[in-house]
């Protein structure tokens, strides 16, 4: 496979020295020199909506019809083998699951690749196997059929009860394993299409009696890759690893409207541990990720944790949601989760930890470092209201812990409310640390940093000032100021 380097405003980094080398007069104003980095960011933000709009996202560029697939395993098929017609039209479910059936029975030889050719490969969902290499060629787009009734039902998913959406069971993903080892899915930026765009229709008017499917789910499963594919409409989820250990997404393109698409999330990784999400474009209609664990009481009783999660070199958009979430449904516990090198553009959220009484479990041990917004509406938020619940059967008192909570290298332009983190009596926000944090702000009233039964400390220098509830030290990490009181409410949602 072929590494790509960090591109568009991680590649930043090296033109700061280099201008600040050769051109420090005019670059004496860090004001300037932000307007110069964000007009070289924003030119290849707009230089990939651009491809993603005539070709899809390519980490590769564009090449020859003819390029040869490469052989990653001992054996390698062709989806045509197995009587497999890339017309659009033709159903290709039973090519698919005599490929699959084939590479089930070469586990133990190192398995087997199934070459997706070019084409349109119109197909009801269908299993994997382990030890499996699905490789989608340049110009092949596997299509999701659209009729519902030709997609499975499941149950629901233990740490949600009922189901997500609806009561009882739910429909199964396009692409799907259980207890799977060894399964990549990977190419040369094909495109696997969920073609959601009845199935958003059908729910908007409440046709659908079970909850929708992601494109992509593995469940119960280790050592998942997923590289070099562009994910598009989605009817629900994107992709969504649950309970799984051992998952690296790297090099992907996720795209859905971003209005109109609803809970199209990018990636959502649930239960999961030992997690790696880098060098990924996401534009979608709902979450680009959201890290979670289980759902109130189901959620608890399960009692997965999602940890060890890093996210890094990821350019993301939600006019809907946020860039990247943790929860809501995060009763099992998040922990050990660090997002860096994230520029967030043109969307209502930036990163955001929401949580509500009845959920238990905790969110703690969280980094956020190197974070870009431009064009955000908040940009930072910690919410503990967010009562949606699975039944009535909740336990009130079950309320999540949330603590140990770090943003360093925080900057951006074009921001009404950098920060809003609305703790509660009930639900203190502890232990959080602000340090190197200058963000632009559209909106000049006072109090757009806003705080709620919040404890933690500021670090130096930060635009806007913080709020009141943080105690201020100076670099050296003397005190310089301490809090009056943690329990200072200026939270307003008009703004």
Sequence with gaps: MVEMLPVGRFQLQHQRLELKRWVPAFLSSHKTLFTVLWIAAFGSVF????????????????????????????????????GGVGDGVTVNTAAFERAVLAISKLGKRGGAQLNVPPGKWLTAP?????HMTLFVAEDAEILGIEDEKQWPLMPPLPSYGYGRERHGPRYGSLIHGQNLKDVVITGYNGTINGQGQSWWKKYRQKLLNNTRGPLVQIMWSSDIVISNI???????????????KNVTVRNVTILAPIFEAPNTDGIDPDSCEDVVIEDCYISVGDDAIAIKSGWDQYGIAYGRPSRNILIRNLIVRSMVSAGVSIGSEMSGGVSNVTVENLLVWSSRRAVRIKTAAGRGGYVKQ?????????????????????NEHPDDDFDRKALPILEDITFTGIHGQGVRVP??????????????????????????????????FVEGLVIGTIFPAPCE???????????????????????????
């Design 366 to 386: 969280i980094t956020y470092r190197n974070l870009t917004f431009d064009d955000v509406r908040v940009g930072i938020v910690i919410k503990t209201d967010y």
């Design 419 to 452: 920060v809003r983190i609305h703790g509660s009596e009930d639900i203190p926000v502890r232990n959080v640390t602000f340090r190197d944090v200058s963000v632009g702000i559209t909106y000049k009233k006072k109090h757009i940093f806003q705080c709620a």
């Design 469 to 495: 509830n943080l105690d201020r030290y100076d670099e050296e990490g003397r005190l310089v100021k301490r809090s009056a009181s943690q329990n200072v409410t200026d939270i307003d949602y008009d703004i």
């Design 126 to 130: 269908f299993n994997l196997t382990s």
């Design 47 to 82: 230089l990939w909506q651009r491809n993603i709009v005539a070709a899809g996202f390519s980490v590769f560029g564009k090449a020859g019809p003819g390029r040869p697939m490469p052989k990653t395993r001992p054996f390698a098929f062709n989806l045509t083998d197995f």
């Design 230 to 244: 562009t994910l598009r409409d989605s009817p629900f989820w994107t992709f969504h690893p649950y309970d799984c």
